[in-house]
């Protein structure tokens, strides 16, 4: 596990953070698959051998807005920044980066609260394809999705998976603003909070830069299948039920 803990007293994180259930996780009612749907599915595999539903996880009906603030620039002004450890820094209207090469996605995704939406579609381009023609030096090993109050960070080798997307669509319309408008970063195998909404700059380091929740307790690597929540040398952990 990584360096980065922070000791600062439960207290403070909870006046700073507004507490982990309002901060990560709104809590809410919302529909889940029958038990019979649900048993179905959780049989059912992936084609690189792990479950559908993830070990922890409910599968849900809808998409859940999950909250977070959208930064004020205006659309006209919008431009997706490429920098960091590139040859090639990059800042691109919409149009030219959609011009790369729009892809369609189906995929599963899983929000650390324990929530899963199976099959949703997405489109957008392959993070992929944006940082070969950034050109990042040889030794960039790490991704950072930021934008106005947040960002996420994800190492190189997830970040040129061919599902990782920066997608501008959702369910066959742009994304609303609520998800994300113009532009997220949706990372399908990573819980969700690596996925940042109104993604504006993309930042390429050989360090590893930990992001908004990777700073406030929550695991760097966020994978589901070992259900890997929270930075277990994270000095607060919250207790048994807190999350949701
Ligand atoms: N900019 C930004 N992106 C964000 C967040 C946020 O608060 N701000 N929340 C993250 C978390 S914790 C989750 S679960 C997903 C939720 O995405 P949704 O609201 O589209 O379901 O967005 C992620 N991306
Ligand atoms: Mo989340």
Redesign the pocket.
């Known amino acids: 596990m990584r360096k980065h803990t922070k000791a600062i007293s439960r207290r403070k994180f909870l006046v700073q953070t507004g507490g982990i259930v309002a901060g990560?996780?709104l809590p809410g009612v919302f529909k889940t698959l029958s038990h019979a749907e649900t048993q179905a599915i959780r049989e059912q595999l992936r084609p690189d051998g792990k479950p559908r539903i993830p070990p922890g996880q409910t599968a849900v009906k809808q998409?859940?807005?999950?909250?977070?603030?959208?930064p004020d620039t205006p659309i006209s002004d919008w431009r997706l920044v490429v920098y960091g450890d590139v040859a090639q820094p990059l800042a691109l209207s919409l149009d030219a980066l959609l011009g790369l090469g729009v892809v369609g996605l189906t995929c599963d995704?899983h929000?650390?609260?324990g929530w899963t939406l199976l099959d949703s579609r997405w489109s957008g381009i392959r993070l992929g394809t944006l940082i070969e023609k950034a050109k990042p030096v040889s030794s960039a090993k790490f991704v950072s999705f930021e934008?106005a109050?947040?960002s996420?960070n994800i190492p190189m080798v997830e970040a040129v998976k061919e599902n990782v997307l920066l997608a501008h669509e959702y369910a066959g319309s742009p994304l609303p603003g609520?998800?994300?408008f113009p532009l997220?970063?949706l990372v399908p195998d990573r819980?969700?909070?690596?996925?940042?909404?109104?993604?504006e700059k993309i930042k390429i380091t050989t360090i590893d830069e930990p992001g908004?929740?990777e700073t406030r307790g929550y695991s760097n690597s966020a994978d589901p299948w070992t259900e890997d929540r929270y930075d277990q040398e994270y000095t607060i952990k919250p207790a048994d039920g807190e999350q949701q």
């Open positions: 990560i996780g998409i859940r807005d999950m909250g977070g603030t959208p995704i929000c650390v609260t934008t109050g947040y996420a609520r998800h994300g997220r970063a819980y969700l909070y690596k996925s940042t909404k109104w993604v908004y929740w």
